[in-house]
């Protein structure tokens, strides 16, 4: 008989820990009191790569999903609205040259294809503007949104902007003191297979061994559990990666009242390009 599983372990910790733990344990809450738990390990020697501060619009069912309030996400993670991306001089390398990437389906999905008709269409207009109005929303500087629409319900639709450092340490809070994850401060030492060839437990420097049901691994590059301990390979794209470096910096800004784009901006560049996401206090550029 196949037996449930009670005990979830999640190794390594960041957005993408702290987010699998929070959708597990949110999802399962009826069954904490029959003994159910979920519990990350994560290093306290290993630092949160801070990038990744551009989401998607599925954050937003996700954190709804979690219990996660978005106006305290907004105030603690320094986070904005992304209605999409623009992307400057990828066409032809002119100044004024630039075009849309917007978060908004084309109007009237599901009835009539506009997009046909764009592309039939003898005018110049971009494709977004052509089908939504969310390129003009951003140009004016408005938020996809009214301070009146409830949390996580958009006029426009849209994803975040946010410090991806701050974020992890708010889905930590809110994790371990409303959805009852155990957090386990540890370095994993070694990690102990059972016969079947399956993960049993891993033994920590700190905490001693730390058993599960089902193991999930979110090391990132170091790959602790499917590479190290399962033998499972990494496959490498380098030959058909154009871009495979990247180096991000935060700058602040010129003036504390400057206008915070509710978009990427996307700069294509001899080799690359740039991009810079707009915070509440500061931007996040890279190349």
């Given at each position: 008989?196949?037996?449930?599983?009670?005990?979830?372990?999640?190794?390594?910790?960041?957005?993408?820990?702290?987010?699998?733990?929070?959708?597990?344990?949110?999802?399962?809450?009826?069954?904490?009191?029959?003994?159910?738990?979920?519990?990350?390990?994560?290093?306290?020697?290993?630092?949160?790569?801070?990038?990744?501060?551009?989401?998607?619009?599925?954050?937003?069912?996700?954190?709804?999903?979690?219990?996660?309030?978005?106006?305290?996400?907004?105030?603690?993670?320094?986070?904005?609205?992304?209605?999409?991306?623009?992307?400057?001089?990828?066409t032809t390398g002119a100044a004024e040259d630039g075009y849309y990437h917007p978060l908004m389906?084309?109007?009237?999905?599901?009835?009539?294809?506009?997009?046909?008709?764009?592309?039939?269409?003898?005018?110049?207009?971009?494709?977004?503007?052509?089908?939504?109005?969310?390129?003009?929303?951003?140009?004016?500087?408005?938020?996809?949104?009214?301070?009146?629409?409830?949390?996580?319900?958009?006029?426009?639709?849209?994803?975040?902007?946010?410090?991806?450092?701050?974020?992890?340490?708010?889905?930590r809070r809110h994790c371990c003191e409303q959805l009852g994850v155990r957090h386990v401060l540890?370095?994993?030492?070694?990690?102990?297979?059972?016969?079947?060839?399956?993960?049993?437990?891993?033994?920590?420097?700190?905490?001693?061994?730390?058993?599960?049901?089902?193991?999930?691994?979110?090391?990132?590059?170091?790959?602790?559990?499917?590479?190290?301990?399962?033998?499972?390979?990494?496959?490498?794209?380098?030959?058909?990666?154009?871009?495979?470096?990247?180096?991000?910096?935060?700058?602040?800004?010129?003036?504390?009242?400057?206008?915070?784009?509710?978009?990427?901006?996307?700069?294509?560049?001899?080799?690359?390009?740039?991009?810079?996401?707009?915070?509440?206090?500061?931007?996040?550029?890279?190349?």
């Amino acid at each position: 008989m196949v037996q449930p599983v009670q005990h979830i372990v999640i190794v390594g910790g960041g957005t993408a820990g702290w987010l699998t733990a929070g959708v597990i344990a949110a999802r399962h809450q009826g069954r904490r009191p029959h003994g159910f738990t979920v519990t990350l390990v994560e290093s306290p020697n290993v630092p949160i790569i801070g990038v990744g501060e551009g989401t998607w619009p599925t954050l937003r069912a996700t954190l709804k999903t979690m219990g996660v309030s978005e106006t305290a996400f907004f105030r603690e993670c320094d986070a904005s609205f992304k209605q999409g991306a623009r992307f400057n001089r990828w066409t032809t390398g002119a100044a004024e040259d630039g075009y849309y990437h917007p978060l908004m389906l084309p109007q009237s999905f599901g009835q009539v294809n506009l997009a046909s008709h764009w592309l039939a269409g003898e005018g110049d207009a971009s494709f977004c503007d052509a089908v939504t109005p969310q390129g003009r929303i951003c140009d004016a500087g408005l938020a996809p949104k009214t301070i009146a629409t409830p949390e996580y319900e958009a006029l426009a639709n849209y994803a975040y902007h946010l410090d991806a450092g701050k974020f992890a340490d708010f889905l930590r809070r809110h994790c371990c003191e409303q959805l009852g994850v155990r957090h386990v401060l540890a370095d994993v030492e070694e990690v102990l297979l059972a016969e079947s060839g399956d993960i049993r437990a891993v033994r920590t420097a700190q905490a001693g061994e730390v058993t599960g049901d089902l193991f999930v691994d979110c090391t990132g590059f170091r790959s602790l559990l499917l590479g190290e301990a399962m033998g499972v390979p990494f496959r490498p794209l380098n030959d058909v990666l154009f871009c495979d470096t990247a180096l991000a910096i935060q700058v602040p800004y010129d003036d504390p009242e400057a206008p915070i784009a509710s978009h990427t901006i996307s700069t294509a560049q001899s080799s690359g390009w740039i991009w810079d996401i707009g915070l509440p206090t500061r931007r996040g550029v890279g190349q």
